[in-house]
């Protein structure tokens, strides 16, 4: 079975806000069994448009990444972080089919 992954791009303009959201998001993705693939990190833009920092979370299927989305817990602290930081964010399945030169 595929994992689900959120792929989020963010700018943050106010730390101090924005760090109450980080304090609290964990024990919502530990409840989905999510893991951090990356958290921040150096980074090039290579093309396109990019922002400030990037984050890509692991969940063992697309269903549960889109269920802690959307969960009661995640939308309260959407609402948290809103006012605090512009975010673009994909929920995508990933690819468990053959590989190059496989």
Known sequence: MAKGY???RI??????????YVAQNGEVFAKYGAKFL???GKHVPMEGSSRSRNV???FKDYETALACY???EYVR???MRSPHAESDLVIIEGYDGP???A
């Open 6 to 8: 959120w792929i989020a």
């Open 11 to 20: 700018d943050v303009h106010n730390m101090d806000g924005y760090k109450e």
């Open 38 to 40: 990356v958290r921040g």
């Open 56 to 58: 890509v979370l692991e």
């Open 70 to 72: 959307n969960s009661p």
């Open 77 to 79: 602290l959407v609402a």
């Open 99 to 101: 590989q190059p030169g």
